[in-house]
RNA sequence: GCAGGGGUGGGAGAGUGGUUAAAUCCAGCGGUCUGUAAAAUCGCCGACUUCGGUCUACGCAGGUUCGAAUCCUGCCCCCUGCACCA
């Protein structure tokens, strides 16, 4: 593959906030890639959060795009720089982390993580090996380095400097120290979220102090959350997890507002853009319906994730259960045992027993009675109208999507 | 430290003595519709209840009152000015 075919894929999916930038990035990218060497890429993660979501994937999707093409990839575990917070998403409470809890969370992370990239062809590190024992002196250089100026450049800065709000000196020096890094690793590209443009920039400003070779920064698109509107996170509700089973994300793919399929589609799959294209004329022309392209969405998703068996049986899953309507023939058990008859009412059972994501079915006996009483619940196919006691073997629906068997 | 403003349900935000389990909006949940989309529409949205009610709630602790989210006292916390420091 020639060097422009590389690039073009490579630089495929970055989103720079000024075109002309993009443009330099390409052609700095190029020269590398010219050079006949395999480059060095890292992206750095922040082990504070362990449930990795879908999109956690999209930049270690791009880094495992360079592995195939032959180049090392370091999966930074952000140690130390995860303790001082970041200013782009300020209102986030970064827990103090021990070092274990922070070398078990980086495991968490890694097993994770390599369900996309390719353990082999892999360097896990972690920025606390340098900056944790970075000396006064040698940190108070890597400051002078930088002029206040250059932060307050920062979109987030400067407005917050304008409107007098708090700009924390800490916030600065993540910024420095997560630039840092890519002095450290010699780092040639650096994969980010576009929100990371800064940081990523500011590896560019001390790689020229040292004299190394600027980084490529490389910055992808934040993805879209199942509610389409705000960034995807754990903390809003509106995620994917990584870990989910691939009946539950099959359906949470299905959720996702029509506007959120491109981009969906072009951050987590292989679907090329002409594809895409083909697709969505089809659509225009009435071959395809929409919400078959949104389950061929999810079936590249997870299958991408899992393998092309499970992608398939979790649309057949979907198919039956939710198109059709029909009882799953899996679904959550909860075990009687030897439980005295009050514990048997449907009530308790359902305020007892956790879906899989950690929810109730309900949260109270007044949300019980409410569900009863607003129709949604039903027993073996059938509406119930008030509390009732269950038996071994009965099928419990609860809403339109949570199911309950209860089982010896 | 001084002055001023404020702390109300998941969030935003009304409410300044009883008719307030607390307007309204958002989020959430459920029904209908449907493509687990969007939109629409109807209903729910503190807990418990023998469905008559009962209990708990408006930063915390006391007090006044037949009755307080609403008034008083003390405490804690947040914000905004100013001062101190430089």
Redesign the pocket.
């Known amino acids: 593959m020639n060097i422009q075919e590389q690039s073009k894929i490579l630089m495929n999916n970055t989103e720079y906030g000024d075109e002309k930038l993009k443009i330099n990035m390409q052609k700095e990218l190029e020269k590398k890639l010219s050079e006949g060497r395999p480059l060095n890429i890292y992206c750095g993660y922040d082990p504070t959060a362990v449930d990795l979501t879908l999109g956690h994937i999209i930049t270690m999707r791009k880094l495992r795009e360079f592995q195939e093409l032959g180049h090392n990839v370091t999966f930074l575990i952000g140690g130390f720089t995860g303790l001082i917070g970041d200013p782009s998403d300020k209102d986030k409470k970064r827990p103090m982390l021990s070092h274990e809890q922070l070398k078990n969370n980086a495991k968490e992370y890694t097993r994770q993580a390599y369900k996309i990239l390719d353990p082999r062809l892999t360097t896990i590190r972690s920025n606390e090996e340098w900056l944790e024992n970075l000396s006064s002196k040698e940190f108070i250089r890597l400051c002078s380095k930088f002029t206040v100026a250059q932060f307050l450049e920062r979109d987030n800065f400067s407005k917050r400097w304008k409107s007098?709000?708090?700009i924390y000196l800490s916030e600065f020096l993540y910024a420095l120290m997560q630039g840092y890094d890519a002095v450290k690793l010699a780092s040639d590209v650096q994969v980010g979220g576009s929100d990371q443009l800064f940081n990523l920039m500011a590896g560019r400003i001390l790689q020229r102090e040292f004299n190394q070779d600027p980084q490529v920064v490389m910055t992808l698109p934040i993805l879209v959350g199942t509610?389409?509107k705000i960034r995807m996170s754990k903390s809003t509700?509106?995620f994917i997890g990584l870990e989910e089973p691939p009946?539950?994300m099959?359906?949470?793919i299905?959720?996702?507002?029509?506007?959120?399929?491109e981009s969906y589609f072009k951050l987590l799959t292989s679907v090329s853009d002409d594809d895409f294209l083909k697709l969505t004329k089809a659509i225009d022309n009435k071959a395809m319906?929409?919400?078959d392209?949104?389950k061929k969405l999810a079936v590249e998703i997870i299958t991408g994730l899992f393998s092309i068996s499970e992608a398939t049986q979790s649309e057949k899953y979907?198919?039956e259960?939710?198109?059709k309507?029909n009882i799953p023939s899996i679904m959550n058990e909860y075990s009687l045992g030897y439980q005295e008859s009050n514990e048997c009412k449907l009530?308790k059972i359902l305020?007892k027993t956790q879906l899989s994501n950690g929810d109730k079915y309900a949260?109270?006996?007044?949300?019980?009675?409410?569900?009863i009483?607003?129709?949604?619940v039903s027993v073996n196919g059938l509406k119930i109208d008030e509390d009732i006691e269950v038996k071994i073997g009965d099928e419990i629906r609860?809403?339109?999507?949570?199911f309950l068997r209860i089982i010896q």
Do not use: C, H, W
């Open positions: 007098n709000d708090a509610d389409g509700g509106n009946n539950e099959f359906g949470k299905m959720s996702i507002p029509d506007n959120a399929v319906k929409k919400i392209l949104k979907f198919e259960t939710f198109q309507r009530s305020i949260s109270s006996l007044s949300e019980v009675r409410r569900l009483s607003q129709n949604a609860v809403g339109r999507y949570k």
